[in-house]
């Protein structure tokens, strides 16, 4: 890696940062009902929720369910007209904030919406982004996020995931071609447990190396507080808003290319040390010593595991009718309805 290129980099990265304001987007789902919960749908932070490809699913989901539906993404607003004419249209920001920080934003938005204060379902996608050609989980791990950290949040009642990392991921995501790929190559390319790379590049905070783990522990910045990793730092808080969902639905897609391990989607992992065994979710210590109650949902009957046919997000409308919508419908109490009309 050449210090002067990544001296540079991270100096146009300060100084577009210095220029931005970080905002969440909202696209509320019309639907045929208000008495049912609402929920939100999380995508890939590089989408955008009002293109026709995205707001397909949330508004099928809506149609199918009778429930409000809003689509939650991250985007920063760029000052800088030149900045923006160079880097793009928002690509270089889902690659480039933080994941902890783009969970902050997406928590205050959570908060300041009134339809949501009685409580919420989360539906989380690991996006495919046709444009780029790039593999974006963050959907998923952004919606959990919301789910433990964000402190005085509304109640989330189910979760579900479709292709989730929740375990980690053990490939960086590919990038495709094009000036910001470049960059992002160079990035990859240096320790993505460094300083630096954790702070510039945002899937950095989910990738998992099962042969670098110690490295992985002292260095990566968001799944191993995610996941309650860090037994000197295990937090009870995120276990108890963990384990207050009704449901956690994980989906798993049988021909999934892009998630490694595909099993990863139900908090399956490499063994610690080696490429060469998956532990299936019920094997790992997360689910055994329990680090964020994973065990205490399964134990009571509140966790799915779900494998449908298919490569990554291929999912055909009869297994979203069955496998998700049920998690959509539930109705809230007329009380509560009226003090929100």
């Not at 009778?66 to 793009?88: F, P």
Request: some cysteine.
């Amino acid at each position: 890696m050449n210090p002067r290129f990544l001296q540079k980099t991270g100096a146009v990265m300060a100084s577009a940062l210095l220029k931005s304001i970080f905002v969440v987007l909202l696209l509320a789902i019309s639907a045929p009902s208000s008495s049912s919960i609402p929920f939100v749908v999380f995508h890939g932070i590089a989408d955008q929720c009002d293109s026709k490809e995205v707001s397909q699913f949330p508004q099928l989901l809506s149609n199918w369910s009778g429930s409000k539906g809003y689509c939650m993404y991250v985007v920063v607003i760029r000052l800088a007209r030149s900045l923006l004419q160079e880097i793009g249209d928002g690509f270089w920001d889902s690659w480039f904030m933080p994941l902890y920080k783009q969970a902050e934003i997406a928590c205050e938005k959570v908060k300041e919406l009134k339809e949501l204060s009685n409580g919420y379902n989360i539906v989380g996608l690991s996006q495919v982004l046709k444009k780029h050609s790039v593999d974006s989980f963050q959907g998923n791990l952004i919606g959990r996020a919301v789910l433990e950290f964000c402190d005085d949040g509304p109640p989330v009642n189910n979760f579900v995931s479709l292709a989730g990392p929740h375990a980690g991921e053990a490939s960086v995501p590919l990038c495709g071609s094009g000036t910001i790929c470049l960059v992002l190559g160079n990035l990859i390319k240096s320790p993505i447990y460094s300083d630096y790379v954790q702070d510039h590049l945002a899937p950095s905070g989910y990738i998992k190396i099962p042969t670098d783990i110690p490295k992985y522990m002292e260095k990566c910045k968001f799944l191993p507080k995610l996941n309650n990793e860090n037994s000197t730092e295990r937090n009870s808080t995120y276990k108890t808003r963990f384990t207050s969902l009704q449901n956690l639905v994980l989906i798993k897609f049988e021909n999934d290319t892009v998630l490694v391990p595909r099993e990863t989607s139900w908090f399956g992992y490499y063994s610690v040390g080696t490429f060469n065994t998956i532990l299936p979710p019920q094997q790992t210590a997360l689910y055994k010593e329990d680090w964020i109650g994973l065990k205490t949902l399964d134990d009571a009957g509140r966790v799915k595991y779900i494998s449908v046919m298919g490569n990554h997000l291929k999912i055909s409308h009869d297994d979203m009718k069955k496998h998700i919508v049920p998690y959509l419908e539930e109705k809230l109490e007329e009380p509560i309805r009226q003090a929100l009309l």
